[in-house]
């Protein structure tokens, strides 16, 4: 069961999967080291969303094109840094229920972006829901380093940008720059 936690860790944190790292950044742009319980919790009821699809998929109860979820993947990101370009007026950012509804929705999509990877690297010698529960620890847990790091790395600009608003902003704008250059390759390739 190791490995699948290992895989996880190394899946989420792949930079060839950056679309993943890209929306956790974009997610937790408003947020400092202070406010670290509210985005662990949204990272979490993210990782809810996509252990569901991702076990559903795994059991090969759902499927979806993947060429439809390649392009969503990116839209929950364009739509993650709009909304915190929006909220970025606040200084403290807040937390609505509906933020948990909408992390949760994303993960269903990004869960399905994870459940070809997972169905490559399964083992049919070992169980199926240790490997799925593994795995999204392992999601989860490369979750933590991306957002802990992401918030050391926004501590540090924040010394040399005399507002939090403008980090926050320039970081949404290139998160969703990327998001829409990812949205029009899938779009008219």
Request: some cysteine.
């Amino acid at each position: 069961m190791q490995s699948y936690f290992l895989d996880g860790v190394k899946h989420i944190t792949d930079p060839g999967g950056y679309d993943h790292m890209l929306f956790l950044v974009a997610l937790s742009a408003p947020f400092s080291f202070r406010e670290w319980k509210q985005i662990l919790l949204l990272a979490t009821a993210f990782t809810v969303g996509h252990s569901i699809t991702l076990a559903l998929a795994a059991f090969d109860l759902i499927r979806f094109p993947s060429n439809l979820i390649e392009l969503l993947i990116p839209t929950t990101i364009l739509i993650t840094c709009i909304s915190t370009i929006v909220r970025a007026k606040h200084e403290t950012p807040k937390i609505y229920p509906i933020h948990f509804i909408i992390a949760v929705c994303f993960g269903l999509i990004h869960g399905m972006g994870f459940s070809s990877y997972f169905r490559m690297i399964y083992n049919e010698t070992s169980s199926m829901v240790k490997g799925l529960l593994a795995f999204n620890l392992g999601v989860e847990a490369g979750q933590i380093l991306i957002i802990a790091a992401f918030l050391m790395l926004s501590s540090f600009l924040l010394l040399f940008v005399k507002k939090k608003r403008s980090l926050v902003i320039a970081v949404s704008l290139f998160a969703g720059f990327v998001a829409t250059y990812l949205i029009a390759d899938k779009l008219f390739a």
